[in-house]
Every structure is written in C-alpha cells, then in structure tokens.
Antibody, heavy 124, light 111 residues
Framework: QITLKESGPTLVKPTQTLTLTCTFS??????????VGWIRQPPGKALEWLAL???????RYSPSLKSRLTITKDTSKNQVVLTMTNMDPVDTATYYC????????????????WGQGTLVTVSS | QSVLTQPPSASGTPGQRVTISCSGS????????VNWYQQLPGTAPKLLIY???QRPSGVPDRFSGSKSGTSASLAISGLQSEDEADYYC????????????FGGGTKLTVL
C-alpha cells in the first residue's frame, strides 16, 4: 500500500522560504519510472501543479513558478522536499504530494495516490 | 487561468448521465493522454480515469473517459448523490520543457 504525507510549517511570513517534506512508504524512488509530484490548491480554487521529480533525478517545474521552486529527493529516507522562495499571501494553499507510477514511458503519467495535503498560510 | 478549460459547473438528477468536457491544445491533450481526478468535499483528489479511458481498480464502471483531438470528456452514468464532487482533468504538456497542466475544475451537483 502506497501512502504519502506532507509536513512543514502551517504559517509563513511574506518573503520567507517555504520548505515542505513529503514522506512516503510503499514504493522506492530508486525504482525505474517512478516519480513524486507536488500540487497545490488555494482555498476554494483549482488544483495547480508545481513540480515533479523522477527516479533518475530528472526534475520538471511549473513554468510560471520555476524561478522560485526547488525539488529534491532523499531516496534513503523515502522523502521528497519542495522549497518555494519569496512566499506571498497568494501562495496560501493546501499543498499535496502525490505518487507518479511507472507507466512505461518517461514523461507524462498520472498521480495516484495523493497525500492528505497540508494547509500553508502566508501572512505577516 | 487554467491551461485546460472545463465548465465551472454541471448538474444532474439521480440516475441521469452527465458529461464534463475538457478542452486543451496540440501541446497537451492533442499529444498526450488525459487523466481525471475526483475531489470529494474536504478531501484530497483521487485518480478517477487515467490514459484517457482507463479506470483504476475500485472505480465503478459508471465513470468513463474519452478523448478526441484536443478535447476530452468524462461521463458519469447512473448518477448518484455520492458523485457530488469537483472533477479535474489533467495532461502532460510538451511545451516549455514539459510540465503538467490541470483544468479549472467542474463542480458537479446532484439535484
């Protein structure tokens, strides 16, 4: 059974850097084809994809947020970390991490399952 | 504004069939498969359809997906009250070094 759980601060101040950790079990990020992605959802709004890291350390980012995002993995700890710099109140959202299964091709794919999400509020 | 376009709302009565559309472009839906997620109130999204028309185990066959050109659709037949949720389409986009794009979501109301 695959599970993921997000952790990090619930409140950050504007201009600060947000660091979120996704801790997972039931799969290994050293397995070919596997990945972990981050998706966020502002209150009452739509899902927005942020970043994805693959088993081979290939990383993809949202074009609109690329300059502020960094995604890394620690295979030995079964963790993926997302950092977002220069936080702003508009970044207030629930942040989800999700498993990207091996689909037999490198790019593309889907997310299944998702973590429960963690609400991050940006306010002074 | 989301890259993939969905109607903001849809509705139907129990037993009815409803469809939700998702419109994209040649760099996303036109070139890659479409996935659908269901988000029940207050919960995390759940994969509903993958690779255009495949159902994960446990998803009732009342849910079906299709794709044609740069558009996709999710159909729900035999609508039930527990289907009331937000539905999102998503796809890989080949532009700008490759990234995932989501639709703006459709809130389905069961009347």
């Amino acid at each position: 059974q695959i599970t993921l759980k997000e952790s990090g601060p619930t409140l950050v101040k504007p201009t600060q850097t947000l660091t979120l950790t996704c801790t997972f079990s039931g799969f290994s990020l050293s397995t070919s084809g596997v990945g972990v992605g981050w998706i966020r959802q502002p209150p009452g709004k739509a899902l927005e994809w942020l970043a994805l890291i693959y088993w081979n350390d290939d990383k993809r980012y949202s074009p609109s947020l690329k300059s502020r995002l960094t995604i890394t993995k620690d295979t030995s700890k079964n963790q993926v970390v997302l950092t977002m710099t220069n936080m702003d109140p508009v970044d207030t959202a629930t942040y989800y991490c999700a498993h990207r299964p091996n689909i037999g091709q490198w790019l593309g794919g889907w997310f299944d399952p998702w973590g429960q999400g963690t609400l991050v509020t940006v306010s002074s | 504004q989301s890259v993939l376009t969905q109607p903001p709302s849809a509705s139907g009565t129990p037993g009815q069939r409803v469809t939700i559309s998702c419109s994209g472009s040649s760099s996303n839906i036109g070139s890659n498969t479409v996935n659908w997620y269901q988000q029940l109130p207050g919960t995390a999204p759940k994969l509903l359809i993958y690779s255009n028309n495949q159902r994960p185990s446990g998803v009732p066959d009342r849910f079906s997906g299709s794709k044609s050109g740069t558009s996709a659709s999710l159909a729900i037949s035999g609508l039930q009250s527990e289907d009331e949720a937000d539905y999102y389409c998503a796809a890989w986009d080949d532009s700008l070094n490759g990234h995932v794009v989501f639709g703006g979501g459709t809130k389905l109301t069961v009347l």
